[in-house]
């Protein structure tokens, strides 16, 4: 028989350091993604890097998810329903590459992420699922 | 007549628009990567194809939170290039093909695929590296393009089977359109990449090459193949190699791959390419 949406959506639970972007998420997160699709002008760009805080406050986001955009914390963005293709325009903003800012989610130092990445990346060995732990 | 006469499979990285563009092709880091392109872009001047059929996903660019489609196809005579943050990649405009796009979308809706129209809408890196990487810097694209935009972000995306059946159903549509067009269709997107959260990164040489030979060897382990497995396997943005699976679906039973290429890493990326021809 065919999976239900049920079984379909826990199995993504079950990925260690991921959030996957279920609908879940993305009611959450629907301020907070539609910020960071005004940063696609450079008018609204240099508008939020003069002033953050009150460019944030024209929108309907949480504090909880303007902390998160005003820190750079992105896995605390991923958690309150940013998704990272929305999140992107953040750090294209601040004028980082995806491999600078991906790499501050990891715990890593941007040199470590980048050698880890120049030596074939990350191992998916032991990463694959919490439950069977491999 | 027109016809599909061959496929491409590749990685579309952001940042692999940023080395054209920023003319860094040459240096050591990024040399090997755009070397396995080289065979495909003579071939391509040699093979003048008409059309392509660009299948791609847009990255939060033409499509917010506002609106989701999970297949739409652009009818447009002409697409910009999409600001994503930093400023719109300095590429020609994309022409489109809007007699033959507007053919396939009726005769899809009509064999049960309902795709959603589109007449406006810039297109993101999704779209303009796959073109970068296979025609250079042109002052214009060589060929008309009909983008087929798949959503993969917002879960779930569509299955490996329905891709498979909508590539057969774009097949089945650009036989019945009467102008004799050389056409292409391409898959873009992947290989293994994480973009998010602390497994950030994850790159799967394994899975990817395995990816790559089931295209030709076995493609109905591909078509089914669940979401999770993409996800466990690939990364939580490896999921993009989903849309491949259009492009092989509309190239019938059996197929002979003409060129393979595998590089890592792009950014953070495997990049992945392959040029198929339908047998
Ligand atoms: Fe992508």
Known sequence: ?????????????????????????????????????????????????????????????????????????????????????FLAKIFSTDGLSFLQAVGTMTGMTPEDYQAMMIAGGRSPEGLRSIKDGN | MARITAAIASSHVPAIGAAIDNGKTEEAYWKPLFEGYEWTKQWLKEEKPDVVILVYNDHASAFSMDMIPTFAIGCAEEYQSADEGWGPRPVPPVVGEPDLAWHIAQSCILDEFDLTIINKMDVDHGLTVPMSLMFGQ????????????????????????????????????????????????????????????????????????????????????????????????????GIEMVMWLIMRGALGDNVKPLHRHYHVPGSNTAVGHLVLKPE
């Open chain 2, 138 to 237: 042109p002052d214009a694209w060589p060929v008309k393009v009909v983008p087929i935009a798949v959503n993969v972000v917002q879960y779930p995306p569509p299955t490996g089977n329905r891709c498979w059946m909508l590539g057969e159903a774009i097949a089945r549509a650009v036989e019945s359109f009467p102008e004799d067009l050389n056409v292409q269709i391409w898959g873009t997107g992947g290989m293994s990449h994480q973009l998010q959260g602390p497994r950030a990164g994850l790159i799967n040489q394994d899975f990817d090459n395995a990816y790559l030979d089931d295209l030709t060897e076995n493609p109905q382990r591909l078509r089914e193949m669940p979401h999770i497995e993409y996800l466990r396997e690939a990364g939580s943005e």
């Open chain 1, 1 to 85: 028989m065919k999976q239900t949406i049920h079984e379909y959506l826990a199995e993504f639970e079950d990925i260690p350091g991921t959030r996957v972007y279920t609908a879940q998420r993305g009611r959450k997160g629907y301020w907070l993604n539609q910020f960071c699709m005004s940063l696609m002008t450079p008018e609204n760009r240099e508008r939020f890097k003069a002033d953050e805080r009150t460019y944030l406050d024209e929108w309907a986001m949480t504090e909880a998810q303007k902390q998160t955009v005003l820190d750079r914390d992105y896995n605390a963005a991923l958690d309150e329903g940013g998704n990272i293709y």
